[in-house]
């Protein structure tokens, strides 16, 4: 595993971005970005699923938020992975880099289910399964956010 975070860290990518402020500032933005899309998307439907906002039918913002979640999130892992690629045998020991890691996983995996069983976006606003997947990603997401910001004091 060490070779491979080695491997990682020397890439042409890697060093450019140690290398450049700019180029470091632009893919750290990029990943605020993404996490911005997904949580600004996934907390409102969330919440509509879980009885707020009644008066909103949950096919019409899903249909809105339910892309825009799926855009953030891979903006977020792209950058994030680039972010990553810089500092990989740091990061890879950091135990909130592996509980945000395991939150994701959770989240999408959870995500991925409820697709499966209700489609992308939900004909059925009060199905009690879609109330859990929605209370798992309003616990997951937020607590992500927290391990990813917690990265930057725990490491030093």
């Known amino acids: 595993m060490e070779a491979f975070l080695a491997g990682l860290e ?4 890697a060093q450019a971005l140690r290398a450049s402020r700019w180029g470091y500032a632009a893919v750290n933005a990029a990943h605020i970005l993404g996490i911005a899309l997904l949580i600004g998307s996934t907390v409102p439907l969330n919440l509509r699923v879980l009885g707020v906002w009644r008066a909103v039918p949950v ?6 938020l339910a892309p825009t979640a799926a855009v953030g999130l891979s903006l977020a892992v792209l950058a994030g992975l680039l972010l990553f690629s810089i500092r990989a ?23 991925l289910a409820a697709v499966r069983a209700y489609g992308f976006v939900p004909k059925a606003e009060d199905a009690p399964g879609l109330k859990v997947h ?12 927290v391990c990813g910001r917690l990265i930057a004091f725990v490491g030093d």
């Open 59 to 64: 096919t019409a913002l899903a249909r809105v």
């Open 10 to 13: 020397g890439t042409a990518v």
């Open 89 to 111: 045998r740091e990061y890879a020991g950091l135990g909130v880099l592996q509980l945000k890691l395991a939150l994701i996983a959770v989240a999408v995996l959870s995500a």
């Open 134 to 145: 929605a209370a798992i990603s309003l616990a997951c997401w937020p607590a992500v956010l």
